[in-house]
């Protein structure tokens, strides 16, 4: 069927998957943040043929104004959109086509300027003209959060702060989409607005209900100037008209609506707010207010006895309020994969029950397939802070992630199945208050609430199994899996010898785990040179049993690897798929685990890491070297080994992630960044105020050791992971150290697999 055969949006037998790319281009000051350059799709044609892989035939896709034409139509570059949307059509999906992402348009323009929406209408003829085969538009992506970041609080150009500023933006963006959508139609008559818009709620103490309900008002406000529905009868007209000096716009968008064909509705965790003028208890919140009062406007979900709303309910009522058809047209959660996969699981179940109660509900989006970049700053800091999507772009070639096989599952068969799936989402936990828990004042009224789920829900869920219980990383595994909602079993060396077969199999087979981490193991390089035979019974022997065991029951695997398995003569950092040419006993176990493992277990996850540390233990090197250096004592370490530093909760979030996408085979993980023992060290004593110069650097000759060290042994991955960079991560562990332990202090010794490294 030609593009132009297709019947415009209809109401499908069930629920549809469709696909958006994360594709804003806001300005801050007159910097601009393209979160398409960011991600690399900018520059990858593939990434349609990966999406459209995954099953999904209607994808959100930008073809933005200020990237094609941003010295005017006549001056466009159409190269790139010319050769992706026939990819497109070739491929058999359908654009939604954007032209504007929460952006302000081309530099020449704002949302301010008068001449906005006539230029975007010509910009919109422009498209429509050039690919009039396309049919569903969103001409501009979220007006009203748009002109709320752009002209009520300031974070985007053209960065006002007023009532005045932002109504002026709204209704200027409603009249460019309302101009956009008739340009269009005049070339495509069948064209379809899809209008997105982020859907939230907010409540409140009962003394700022006021507040609460003006903008609960305010939250369909682009969606009813759209529909020419803001008039005397509206509840919102008379602020408005107080303070829309151009009230002739009024006039005009009841006089030209353009109701959307289909509602396009944004819900984020994030999105239902809680008013409190209470400011005390809420320490470190940003304070607002109006002219009545001060408050504080926090995530409901962190404070609600009872929880949100949530998005069922929510969309819900945009069905009642509207009767038109709806959309999911974004679902993503920036945060560990197993919360992501119970997050979109848990907007499709939303959407499938109100298709059968009679809603219709066109299609949930997989959205920000290719992640995002920096929304934890609202797009206001360049920090190089990622969110993977429905792939991790992270090593160049996008890789799928748990997400994938979700969509395409249900795409496939309607249904997605995976351990994590038996704990309800954090949002629905009782961790998730961070503040004294309220009951909110409802302007509408408790009746159809979503009550959250038990946390008792987590009992049928199928536990991890981890062992090394007493370890650094065991310990570590056990708290972020709880954080996590991750049911897991730790087992001492006592509890389980891993290199007995028939213990191995006994345990699994009375916990039935769906996955194992194994954390145990030798540790003390140098003492392994005297005692080989117990270094590879640990090292190599239990790992290579865990494996065949896990195996024959289908049960996932992770195991540790070390960077010592490299000789650390190569010029550059090591890659997976480098060779291994182990100096010591302790490395020859290592190297000779990864085979065996992987020999019985291919589909083993294998894990090579390097010199960690973290908050949570007084083991690890950094904090025995911060409490000598606290205690008045001097370090001395090696000034000339080169490794790369691993901070522990980076390392475990980044292995559990790999685990929930089912990954395999031989993966790097360490934070970004190759230095000396001497210069992590006097880093982290400069920043923990410390005086540097007690950190001491010597050869390695001349520090005692008896196994051999390599030189050189910083680690890259080629597979697509990355962790943050180390700088961050010392950045992070020193409150984080503080938070568990306060001041570290000075017992102990060093770790020896960690570091060649005396304390003096």
Same mark, same amino acid.
């Given at each position: 069927?030609?593009?132009?055969?297709?019947?415009?949006?209809?109401?499908?037998?069930?629920?549809?998957?469709?696909?958006?790319?994360?594709?804003?281009?806001?300005?801050?000051?007159?910097?601009?943040?393209?979160?398409?350059?960011?991600?690399?799709?900018?520059?990858?044609?593939?990434?349609?043929?990966?999406?459209?892989?995954?099953?999904?035939?209607?994808?959100?896709?930008?073809?933005?104004?200020?990237?094609?034409?941003?010295?005017?139509?006549?001056?466009?570059?159409?190269?790139?959109?010319?050769?992706?949307?026939?990819?497109?059509?070739?491929?058999?999906?359908?654009?939604?086509?954007?032209?504007?992402?929460?952006?302000?348009?081309?530099?020449?323009?704002?949302?301010?300027?008068?001449?906005?929406?006539?230029?975007?209408?010509?910009?919109?003829?422009?498209?429509?003209?050039?690919?009039?085969?396309?049919?569903?538009?969103?001409?501009?992506?979220?007006?009203?959060?748009?002109?709320?970041?752009?002209?009520?609080?300031?974070?985007?150009?053209?960065?006002?702060?007023?009532?005045?500023?932002?109504?002026?933006?709204?209704?200027?963006?409603?009249?460019?989409?309302?101009?956009?959508?008739?340009?269009?139609?005049?070339?495509?008559?069948?064209?379809?607005?899809?209008?997105?818009?982020?859907?939230?709620?907010?409540?409140?103490?009962?003394?700022?209900?006021?507040?609460?309900?003006?903008?609960?008002?305010?939250?369909?406000?682009?969606?009813?100037?759209?529909?020419?529905?803001?008039?005397?009868?509206?509840?919102?007209?008379?602020?408005?008209?107080?303070?829309?000096?151009?009230?002739?716009?009024?006039?005009?968008?009841?006089?030209?609506?353009?109701?959307?064909?289909?509602?396009?509705?944004?819900?984020?965790?994030?999105?239902?707010?809680?008013?409190?003028?209470?400011?005390?208890?809420?320490?470190?919140?940003?304070?607002?207010?109006?002219?009545?009062?001060?408050?504080?406007?926090?995530?409901?979900?962190?404070?609600?006895?009872?929880?949100?709303?949530?998005?069922?309910?929510?969309?819900?009522?945009?069905?009642?309020?509207?009767?038109?058809?709806?959309?999911?047209?974004?679902?993503?959660?920036?945060?560990?994969?197993?919360?992501?996969?119970?997050?979109?699981?848990?907007?499709?179940?939303?959407?499938?029950?109100?298709?059968?109660?009679?809603?219709?509900?066109?299609?949930?989006?997989?959205?920000?397939?290719?992640?995002?970049?920096?929304?934890?700053?609202?797009?206001?800091?360049?920090?190089?802070?990622?969110?993977?999507?429905?792939?991790?772009?992270?090593?160049?070639?996008?890789?799928?992630?748990?997400?994938?096989?979700?969509?395409?599952?249900?795409?496939?068969?309607?249904?997605?199945?995976?351990?994590?799936?038996?704990?309800?989402?954090?949002?629905?936990?009782?961790?998730?208050?961070?503040?004294?828990?309220?009951?909110?004042?409802?302007?509408?009224?408790?009746?159809?609430?979503?009550?959250?789920?038990?946390?008792?829900?987590?009992?049928?869920?199928?536990?991890?199994?981890?062992?090394?219980?007493?370890?650094?990383?065991?310990?570590?595994?056990?708290?972020?899996?709880?954080?996590?909602?991750?049911?897991?079993?730790?087992?001492?060396?006592?509890?389980?010898?891993?290199?007995?077969?028939?213990? +191995?199999?006994?345990?699994?087979?009375?916990?039935?785990?769906?996955?194992?981490?194994?954390?145990?193991?030798?540790?003390?390089?140098?003492?392994?040179?005297?005692?080989?035979?117990?270094?590879?019974?640990?090292?190599?022997?239990?790992?290579?049993?865990?494996?065949?065991?896990?195996?024959?029951?289908?049960?996932?695997?992770?195991?540790?690897?070390?960077?010592?398995?490299?000789?650390?003569?190569?010029?550059?950092?090591?890659?997976?798929?480098?060779?291994?040419?182990?100096?010591?006993?302790?490395?020859?176990?290592?190297?000779?685990?990864?085979?065996?493992?992987?020999?019985?277990?291919?589909?083993?996850?294998?894990?090579?890491?390097?010199?960690?540390?973290?908050?949570?233990?007084?083991?690890?090197?950094?904090?025995?070297?911060?409490?000598?250096? +606290?205690?008045?004592?001097?370090?001395?370490?090696?000034?000339?080994?080169?490794?790369?530093?691993?901070?522990?909760?980076?390392?475990?979030?980044?292995?559990?992630?790999?685990?929930?996408?089912?990954?395999?085979?031989?993966?790097?993980?360490?934070?970004?960044?190759?230095?000396?023992?001497?210069?992590?060290?006097?880093?982290?004593?400069?920043?923990?105020?410390?005086?540097?110069?007690?950190?001491?650097?010597?050869?390695?000759?001349?520090?005692?050791?008896?196994?051999?060290?390599?030189?050189?042994?910083?680690?890259?991955?080629?597979?697509?992971?990355?962790?943050?960079?180390?700088?961050?991560?010392?950045?992070?562990?020193?409150?984080?150290?503080?938070?568990?332990?306060?001041?570290?202090?000075?017992?102990?010794?060093?770790?020896?697999?960690?570091?060649?490294?005396?304390?003096?």
């Amino acid at each position: 069927m030609e593009p132009h055969e297709r019947p415009i949006l209809g109401r499908a037998r069930g629920v549809d998957i469709w696909g958006g790319v994360e594709c804003t281009v806001n300005r801050v000051g007159d910097e601009y943040f393209d979160q398409l350059e960011r991600s690399g799709h900018a520059r990858r044609l593939d990434d349609l043929r990966r999406i459209a892989a995954l099953g999904i035939r209607t994808l959100r896709f930008p073809i933005l104004w200020e990237r094609t034409a941003p010295d005017g139509v006549e001056g466009a570059s159409w190269a790139w959109a010319d050769e992706r949307m026939a990819l497109l059509h070739e491929l058999g999906v359908r654009p939604i086509v954007g032209l504007v992402h929460h952006g302000s348009g081309p530099h020449s323009t704002s949302l301010l300027d008068p001449a906005f929406p006539r230029r975007l209408a010509a910009f919109a003829r422009a498209v429509a003209e050039r690919y009039p085969w396309v049919d569903l538009y969103t001409p501009i992506n979220e007006p009203l959060t748009t002109a709320r970041f752009s002209g009520l609080y300031g974070l985007w150009y053209p960065h006002a702060r007023s009532s005045h500023a932002f109504l002026t933006m709204l209704c200027n963006e409603c009249r460019a989409t309302s101009l956009a959508m008739r340009a269009i139609r005049e070339v495509n008559p069948a064209a379809q607005l899809v209008q997105t818009e982020d859907l939230g709620k907010t409540h409140s103490t009962p003394k700022l209900a006021y507040q609460a309900r003006h903008e609960n008002h305010r939250r369909w406000l682009s969606f009813d100037l759209l529909r020419g529905e803001v008039d005397e009868r509206h509840p919102l007209w008379s602020h408005v008209r107080y303070h829309l000096r151009e009230r002739h716009v009024l006039d005009w968008l009841r006089e030209h609506p353009v109701p959307p064909d289909v509602l396009g509705i944004n819900y984020y965790v994030t999105s239902e707010r809680f008013l409190d003028e209470r400011i005390e208890r809420y320490p470190g919140c940003v304070v607002g207010g109006n002219r009545r009062h001060r408050y504080v406007d926090v995530e409901a979900v962190r404070v609600l006895a009872d929880g949100p709303d949530g998005p069922e309910r929510l969309l819900r009522e945009v069905w009642q309020r509207y009767r038109s058809p709806i959309a999911v047209t974004e679902a993503h959660l920036g945060c560990g994969r197993a919360e992501q996969v119970r997050w979109f699981d848990e907007i499709h179940g939303a959407a499938c029950r109100l298709r059968e109660e009679g809603v219709d509900l066109r299609a949930v989006t997989a959205w920000a397939l290719l992640g995002a970049y920096d929304w934890h700053s609202l797009v206001t800091r360049c920090e190089g802070r990622y969110e993977p999507g429905v792939f991790d772009v992270r090593g160049g070639a996008p890789r799928p992630t748990a997400l994938a096989q979700m969509v395409r599952e249900i795409i496939e068969r309607g249904r997605f199945e995976h351990p994590v799936l038996g704990v309800p989402g954090w949002w629905r936990r009782p961790d998730r208050l961070e503040y004294p828990e309220v009951a909110a004042h409802r302007v509408d009224g408790p009746k159809d609430r979503e009550v959250p789920a038990p946390v008792a829900a987590a009992t049928r869920a199928r536990p991890l199994l981890v062992t090394g219980a007493h370890g650094t990383l065991g310990q570590a595994f056990a708290r972020l899996c709880a954080l996590r909602g991750l049911p897991y079993r730790l087992l001492t060396r006592a509890e389980l010898d891993i290199a007995d077969r028939d213990a +191995v199999a006994r345990v699994l087979d009375e916990v039935e785990p769906w996955a194992l981490i194994n954390t145990a193991g030798y540790v003390r390089v140098d003492a392994a040179e005297r005692d080989a035979e117990r270094c590879f019974r640990e090292n190599t022997a239990g790992p290579a049993v865990l494996a065949a065991a896990c195996a024959a029951r289908g049960v996932s695997l992770v195991t540790f690897s070390s960077d010592l398995v490299f000789d650390g003569r190569a010029d550059s950092p090591y890659s997976e798929a480098d060779p291994v040419a182990p100096l010591n006993v302790y490395g020859r176990s290592k190297a000779e685990a990864e085979a065996r493992v992987l020999e019985a277990n291919p589909r083993a996850l294998v894990v090579r890491t390097s010199a960690f540390f973290g908050p949570w233990d007084e083991h690890n090197y950094v904090t025995r070297a911060i409490g000598s250096l +606290v205690g008045g004592r001097a370090v001395v370490t090696a000034d000339d080994t080169r490794v790369s530093p691993t901070y522990i909760p980076d390392l475990i979030d980044e292995t559990l992630d790999l685990l929930v996408d089912g990954e395999s085979g031989i993966w790097h993980l360490a934070n970004d960044g190759a230095v000396s023992w001497y210069e992590l060290l006097t880093t982290a004593a400069r920043m923990a105020g410390l005086d540097p110069t007690r950190v001491i650097g010597r050869p390695s000759a001349e520090l005692g050791l008896v196994a051999p060290r390599p030189r050189a042994t910083p680690l890259v991955s080629r597979r697509g992971a990355q962790l943050p960079s180390l700088e961050h991560a010392l950045v992070r562990y020193f409150p984080a150290r503080h938070a568990h332990a306060g001041p570290a202090d000075a017992a102990g010794g060093a770790t020896e697999a960690q570091a060649p490294a005396l304390l003096a």
